[in-house]
């Protein structure tokens, strides 16, 4: 069985590599992501560019300093890797 998060990507700039994953906690809720998404209709098959009401939601709830001149970060729904 599987489950599906959401998941925050960062790829360093410069070598379009990935350098940050992290599955996002439930305090970060779909509506409050469709919310600072401009409430786009079809979320959760798409990835996202992170917005910056994203990043400072993101941001508070993990605790984590997210580099945006390094990182371009997405957001999208994935299935949870155990």
């Given at each position: 069985?599987?489950?599906m998060s959401w998941v925050l990507e960062g790829?360093?700039?410069?070598?379009?590599?990935?350098?940050?994953?992290?599955?996002l906690p439930s305090g970060i809720t779909e509506d409050a992501i469709s919310t600072a998404l401009g409430s786009p209709v079809d979320i959760r098959f798409a990835t996202w560019p992170v917005?910056?009401?994203?990043?400072?939601?993101?941001?508070q709830v993990t605790g984590q300093t997210l580099d945006?001149?390094?990182?371009?970060?997405?957001?999208?729904?994935?299935?949870k890797l155990k």
């Open positions: 069985m599987c489950s790829f360093d700039r410069s070598t379009e590599q990935i350098a940050v994953r992290i599955e917005t910056e009401d994203l990043v400072d939601m993101i941001q945006l001149v390094a990182n371009e970060y997405f957001v999208e729904y994935q299935v």
